[in-house]
């Protein structure tokens, strides 16, 4: 069964100025343990797609499961972490604070927080930063915290909203390789939106090519890259003709609009 499953998904905003189409006839299907890139241009519905698997919207049109349950039941059953654009983090709080507040409201006991919040650090690599304020860090390890934040409560599904975009090419690099290895660790399933050709390849086992809106899929691109990927992976021929097929998928999304 495919852990997140939508069919022919609709979505349209009702504002002053008349109706917006988000999304349009939406298809898609995304396996355990998939690495799943949206990519478009903006407005095209990638950042609206990955709400309403989150239950945050609701389709006006067709259906789409997560884990077999709507999006509002697997949100309440705590089935995903949510990594937003902003680190958004509390200043006040410590980073392990920070981590910890899920887990709080979530009623989980001291010592299970405490233990959560210590092997959460250490898979992004933040182990001894615990006590630190967010104001103390670089923005990449601000963002290294959310990650940590959205993985403490042990989800199956990691929703990131393109979460490097902010950050300098070569901090966004050491991270796209940092997830990798967080991905090739915990096994979740990650849907990742991004404006970033190389990161999309580079990062997905499925690199799924909206439109401008009403957002659609114009292309599925499935990965032939081996999940072992160095950086330098992106001079290879392979990498560059999926590149490649990305970048005409995006031009056909505006040619047919």
Known sequence: MAVIEASGLDLTFQTNDGPVHALRDVNLSVEQGDFVSFIGPSGCGKTTFLRCIAGLETPTGGSLAVNGMTPDEARR???????FQAAGL???RTIGGNIRLPLEIMGFSRADQAERVQKTLELVDLAGFEKKFPWQLSGGMQQRASIARALAFDADILLMDEPFGALDEIVRD?????????WARTEKTIGFV????PEAVYLSTKIVVMSPRPGRITDVIEST???DRP?????????IDIAHRVREGLRAGHVDD
């Open 225 to 227: 890259l081996p999940k």
């Open 174 to 182: 050491k991270l796209n390789e940092e997830l990798l290895k967080l």
């Open 231 to 239: 950086l330098d992976i992106r001079d290879s021929k392979e990498f």
């Open 194 to 197: 991004t404006h970033s050709i």
């Open 77 to 83: 059953a705590r089935a995903y972490g949510y990594v």
């Open 90 to 92: 509390y200043p006040w």
